[in-house]
């Protein structure tokens, strides 16, 4: 794990990652105003928390193991401390920090650790939870009413043949 | 390159081509998205967000 520190306040915390080569990375994790996004459900506008993920120093070093497992390591206990919480995160797809979350799933270790994860037109949604805390039926199912209700859009499940489950390593 | 199964997630796509309007309103959420991130890096770069002792 890397050393780290924080910001912490009522509705956000922020935690300031430093790697061995002096690479500043921030992990910030707000609740959701409804002027940003409105999830048009109890559950989601409730149990949701954003995730923001940015790189303060020019230096580009974010493929780095130790940065996936400290900020998995950062996750889990947000996960942990509260009932119902789900992380939420878009990002667009296979730029760096796309490779740095399929990364921390992949090396990760613990098995309450659960993501759904939604690929549209070059975009990447994910919701992250806790199995053991989070009702998963009611994450999904908010997660479709939502995607329904505002763009109107059916989900499918990806199939396994065109890469379902399958992260490169 | 090998690969490893990931039995932590399930993805989910599209069951059809989606929407201009759809496509509007995501591209506009993102840019909203992009524009928080530009604060944020801002915040402390200024030192108005900055780690707590």
Redesign the interface.
């Known amino acids: 794990m890397l050393q780290y ?4 306040s009522n509705n956000s915390s ?1 935690f ?1 990652i430093t790697t061995k080569k002096d690479s500043l990375h ?1 992990l ?1 994790f707000t609740s959701v105003e409804e002027e ?2 409105y999830f048009n459900n109890e559950f989601l506008q409730e149990n949701v928390l954003q995730m ?1 993920i ?1 790189r ?1 120093s020019e230096q580009r070093e974010t493929y780095c193991t130790s940065l996936a497992l400290t900020i998995k390591g950062i996750f889990d206990n947000q996960l942990f401390k509260t009932d119902n919480l789900v992380i939420y995160l ?1 990002v ?1 797809s296979d730029k760096w920090k796309e490779k740095l979350i399929t990364r921390y ?2 090396e ?1 270790s613990n098995d309450e ?9 070059g ?1 990447s949604f994910y919701f992250f939870f806790n199995r053991d805390k989070t009702n998963s039926v009611e994450c999904l199912s908010s997660i479709f009413k939502y995607f329904k209700t ?9 199939h396994k043949e065109s ?7 | ?16 081509d ?2 201009a ?3 509007l ?2 591209d506009g ?2 840019k ?2 992009s524009e ?2 530009i604060k ?2 801002a915040a ?2 200024a030192g108005t ?4 002792i």
């Open positions: 520190t924080t910001n912490e922020h300031f921030m910030s940003e996004i923001t940015a303060i878009s667009e799933i992949l990760d650790f659960c993501c759904y994860s939604i690929q549209i037109d975009y505002e763009f109107n859009i059916d989900l499918i499940k990806l890469g379902d489950g399958v992260i490169p390593k | 390159m090998s690969e490893k199964v990931n039995i932590k997630g399930i993805s989910f796509v599209p069951s059809s989606i929407s309007d759809a496509k309103k995501l959420m993102m909203k998205k928080n991130l944020l890096v402390y770069k967000l900055i780690p707590q």
